[in-house]
């Protein structure tokens, strides 16, 4: 994270490149490096990310669009004003 809250270039890039099999794991480090904290939530399966129109998270939600197996598997709904929300799949039973 830079000093001005921007993701750099390598934690954008490790968000493209996040393995397909620890969803919940790339959804709570995009939490953790999410500028307006409260606007990033996860509830069970249930996530949600409001870009406030702030540049670094658009920039954060741009980068998990870029890791196609996530958003293919995870994406629910776009909404205008950068709200964002997605449910992850239920873990593989053991």
């Given amino acids: ?10 934690q954008l ?7 397909y099999d620890d969803f919940q794991g790339l959804v709570d480090f995009c939490i953790a490096i999410w500028t307006f904290k409260d606007w990033a939530t996860r509830k069970g399966r249930s996530c949600r990310f ?6 670094g998270n ?3 939600i741009e980068a ?6 996530f ?4 994406w629910e709904s776009s909404h205008r004003g950068g709200l964002f929300k997605f449910k992850l ?5 053991k």
């Fill in 1 to 10: 994270m830079s000093d001005d809250n921007y993701p750099d270039e390598e």
């Fill in 13 to 19: 890039a490790k968000i493209k490149a996040w393995p």
């Fill in 50 to 55: 409001a870009t406030g129109g702030w540049s």
């Fill in 58 to 60: 658009e920039d954060i």
């Fill in 64 to 69: 998990l669009q870029e890791n196609h197996l």
């Fill in 71 to 74: 958003w293919m598997s995870c």
């Fill in 89 to 93: 799949p239920k873990p593989p039973k």
